[in-house]
């Protein structure tokens, strides 16, 4: 499966070059560190089209990574240290290759320091750098603003270190970084979506065997982000607690004799057979899980052959499990449901990321978009109190150089 992909190289095709930003995050930069910068390195968001919390249950996802994104602008040091600081959050911080936890940072910080400590442990080099982080993504609203950042880092260290890493192994490694080290137990489909993404391609991501295909959105369809603006509430505990539900699930299912590895074993015939004998609440988790594997095939079917009715039914049929099965909607996540159904050019809706707050995405006829968000957005406000953020986004590619170096100094010396 997957096209050839590489997140080394020349600038990205696909990333739309946002002049006026980047000389924002340059004059940060010259500010901060009174230097030039000499590296630059990108990496997208992501939102899922389909597949919820089928992830670490080994099954599958339709996944769109966007052209929200988080920069890394660096310059080389040669005293070992790692200086941070970003234009986003305030607070900077510093740690030493040579013992990089040693003093444990944190907020957004922890992120880089576990990605340069796995890259210690695997062996790779790391180089002293000056960094600037600037992001468009919103923050812990399901989005992927983590991940972004962590394979943004691995990016980073490769370029300045002049090492290869295979791109499964760098969503791997970021994920163990936010596993071990982050003290997040999230599964592996945010860090593959930001580093192998495709521009203007969906991913139909296999979470065992780490494969992936592409997939297309109709051309006159976009996937609009409808963020409630609600923060995410529980997440951790209740993400933690979906997860042992799901497993506890599986084992009871082996015990009735059913040689399965995993939920993607099942066919919702074959669950039906097994669901009466489960602990009821595992049952209701498993029950969503097999439906939604089903779903990410089913609506990758319904974009190729642009089924509209097929993909709202799916939207729908996804958002009432994540609410009565898995249970992960919160009251605001419902307004916005309402909301988008009422806008216009819809044609589906559903939760998306861990839920429990954050975002929904949308599908919406590509000539109504600003019509749907100015609607959507008065609908939600009106329902929920809250101004939420309703924008449309476009598929972009996975984490890379942004653009490269030599062009940039050419470009400078050009227009000095
Ligand atoms: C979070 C986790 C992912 C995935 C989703 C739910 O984003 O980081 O690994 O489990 O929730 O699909």
Redesign the pocket.
Known sequence: MGKQHTTQGDSQPGVAFDRARFDAVAEAFRKKYAREPECWVRAPGRV?AM??????NGGF?LTVPVDRDTWLVAARRDDHQVHLSSLNIEGDGQFDCRDVLAERLSGWQIYVQAVAQLLVEDGYPLTGCDVMVHGTLPIGS?L?S??SLEAAVAVLFSQLGGFQLDPVDMALLC?RA?NKIVG?N?????QYSVILGEADSLLLLDCRDLKHSYAALPADILPVICNTCTPRSLSNSA?GERRENCMTGVRQIQAQGRDIGSLRDLTAEDFAEVSAQLDPVAARRCQFVVEENQRVFDLAHAFENDDRVAIGRLCRDSFMGARDLYEITVPNMEAMFAAALESPGIIGVRQA???FGGCLVAFVERDKVTAFEQDCARRYQQRSGITPEVYAVAAAPGAGLLVDAQKIAEQTLATA
């Open positions: 899922d597949g919820s919390h089928t992830d670490y996802v399901g992927s983590s991940a994920q936010e997040v999230c599964g592996v489909l945010d993400y990321g861990a839920g």
